[in-house]
């Protein structure tokens, strides 16, 4: 039986939404698996709406579209509320609850990261919140391993911040 696991990651343009769905991404292939990536934001170029739909799979993808998500990382309170509805119970939502406030009523389990401050405090800059999601989230992935996360993030993030951002992916596999 094939597989699937389908991540939704939103906030707003410059917190690395679409960086996270491009190192999942790259990744899945990195690792022999099938993955499909939909982005989704407004017209502004920093500070608009963003959305990242990645499915890995272990056998061919036949819809791109994330319906159901396993993993939710929402990086704003707009994100949280325009996509919770989407979530069940087999959702996992990641979230600041710096920034996100949790809904009570929702069945899907939240895993509250304050990942912006850690990266503020630990890095120097809070632009590395984006890496500490994805190494929480490797964790809790069941098909990719962490050793081509890492290798993603080499080819995918620029060189000159590789080392903060695998000192953020270690902070994110630490909190897990």
């Not at 709406?49 to 939710?72: A, C, G, K, M, N």
Request: with cysteine; proline share 5%; hydrophobic share 45%.
């Amino acid at each position: 039986m094939a597989e699937r696991i389908e991540i939704l990651v939103s906030g707003y343009g410059g917190q690395g939404v679409v960086r996270i769905g491009q190192v999942l991404g790259q990744a899945a292939v990195n690792q022999g698996l099938y993955t499909s990536m939909l982005i989704s934001h407004g017209t502004e170029t920093r500070g608009g709406y963003v959305r990242s739909q990645v499915v890995i799979s272990d056998e061919f993808i036949d819809s791109p579209v994330v319906e159901r998500p396993d993993f939710f990382c929402a990086f704003s309170g707009i994100a949280y509320t325009m996509f919770k509805g989407l979530c069940g119970p087999q959702s996992l939502i990641l979230h600041n609850p710096e920034i996100v406030s949790a809904d009570p009523e929702l069945a899907s389990p939240h895993w509250g990261i304050t990942a912006e401050t850690a990266a503020a405090e630990e890095l120097g800059d809070a632009v590395f919140a984006n890496v500490i999601f994805l190494g929480a989230l490797s964790s809790r992935l069941p098909l990719l391993s962490p050793k081509h996360i890492v290798e993603a993030i080499r080819q995918r993030l620029p060189e000159r911040f590789h080392e903060k951002n695998l000192q953020a992916f270690e902070m994110g596999r630490v909190l897990a």
